[in-house]
């Protein structure tokens, strides 16, 4: 197949035209004139990304006490119609469910997947996982589906990472902070921003900082946690909702439905230092409202948003509405990720895998539940949209045009190249 009539964004943020040549799942040429082939897609202008990578997604998460509303085709469906190619969930080690029973889960996904492994200790089994191609590990600061956590452990599984070639992606939060702030406290959600203030995730940066070679802070919250993250050892991701809603939702009578863990706080604080972020994902939960609704008082909440269809979409709106280099957009949504996890996507080079999204930039839209494919409500409700996602390729087949899901051909597990 070759793609003709496209726009691509180089290295300077400059769009030039170009054409792909693609084969089988590869992307084989790309340039001004790539030759000919029985199949031609004419991208009548339209904007070429390379598919987007979420780092950070929780689907079908039924491991806690809320499970999310959703299944692994509902949310990565909405995540193709969004523009996402490749989501990375996660698995436990030694526990249900593992990651056997997670890539089983993932048989119908409709993107390309792959798993990061909740370990808080080394063990035997981890290391039959690293060598099975999967070399990220999570590690919870707070206690986590059973799971403790100790810093310790955390330097052990340090050394282990680091001897295998891999990273630890850490969900920075003071535990010790945050229970003596929350001791004895019940009543409005506005709670849990009050006893989960920046201060515990600052902190918590702080000791990752002095133990991590190799790392990344999950969902960074707060302005300040960039400013001293060690971004030569540790990078730091940022996800939708921390870039674009801000704590001004606990006013709100329904501020239930805004929950997350860490907070929302200022976004601001984080544009002003989109230079220290190199990855931007989700988070993705994808709760219905009945299911918010049941869980309205601190601390008895359901954390998380849905987001999985909206973040390509919402931070290319963001980076044109800032005048931001759309380059440094592709490289968070995209490049960063891919290149983090060692996977041959999120790039539109030769030898690459064709997952690749046509973005019509002349469109404009409004976000409703009616305008997207993600739970029965959604927290950015009016946010107007520039650009929509025409087409979406993965593994080199047409799977939306018109953005409308045209094939339910089934994406592909895939492993680390670390």
Do not use: C
Request: no cysteine; charged share 30%; net charge negative.
């Amino acid at each position: 197949m070759i793609i003709k009539n496209i726009k691509i964004v180089n290295k300077n943020s400059e769009v030039v035209e170009a054409e792909i040549k693609i084969e089988e799942n590869r992307i084989v040429k790309v340039g001004k004139s790539v030759g000919n082939s029985d199949m031609v897609l004419d991208g009548k202008g339209k904007l070429l990304l390379p598919g987007g990578v979420d780092n950070h997604v929780h689907i079908y998460k039924t491991y806690l006490k809320v499970p999310t509303s959703d299944d692994v085709k509902k949310s990565t469906s909405a995540a193709l119609l969004g523009g996402t190619t490749t989501v990375i969930d996660f698995a436990f080690v030694d526990r249900e469910p593992n990651l056997d029973q997670r890539i089983e889960q993932f048989k119908d996904s409709a993107t390309n997947y792959s798993f990061h492994i909740f370990a808080n200790t080394v063990s035997s089994e981890l290391s039959k996982i690293f060598e099975r191609g999967f070399k990220s590990v999570k590690f919870m600061m707070i206690e986590y589906a059973g799971l403790k956590s100790s810093l310790s452990d955390l330097i052990k599984l340090n050394e282990f990472v680091k001897e295998r070639g891999g990273y630890i992606m850490v969900h920075a939060e003071d535990e010790e902070l945050i229970k003596v702030l929350s001791e004895g406290k019940v009543g409005e959600p506005a709670l849990h921003l009050l006893t989960r203030p920046e201060e515990t995730e600052i902190s918590a940066v702080a000791r990752v900082n002095a133990i991590l070679d190799r790392g990344l802070i999950a969902h960074t919250s707060a302005g300040k946690s960039l400013d001293i993250i060690d971004h030569k050892r540790v990078k730091a991701e940022a996800v939708l909702h921390h870039l674009i809603l801000d704590k001004s939702v606990y006013d709100r009578k329904d501020s239930y439905m805004y929950v997350t863990s860490p907070p929302v706080r200022d976004p601001e604080e984080l544009w002003k230092r989109i230079d220290k972020v190199y990855v931007i994902a989700t988070d993705h939960n994808w709760f219905n409202k009945s299911v918010k609704e049941a869980h309205n008082q601190f601390p008895d909440l359901v954390p998380g948003l849905p987001g999985i269809e909206l973040r390509v979409p919402m931070i290319i709106t963001e980076f044109i509405k800032r005048g931001l280099p759309l380059h440094r957009a592709i490289e968070l949504l995209s490049e960063n990720p891919a290149r983090l996890n060692g996977l041959d996507t999120g790039a539109i080079k030769e030898g690459y895998r064709a997952d690749l999204v046509l973005y019509d930039l002349s469109k404009k839209w409004k976000i409703s539940i009616n305008t997207t494919h993600m739970a029965d409500w959604t927290p950015y409700e009016g946010y107007e949209v520039i650009g929509k996602v025409d087409t979406t390729i993965v593994n080199g087949e047409i799977v939306v045009e018109g953005s409308e899901i045209v094939s339910q051909k089934r994406g592909e597990l895939l492993y680390n190249n670390l």
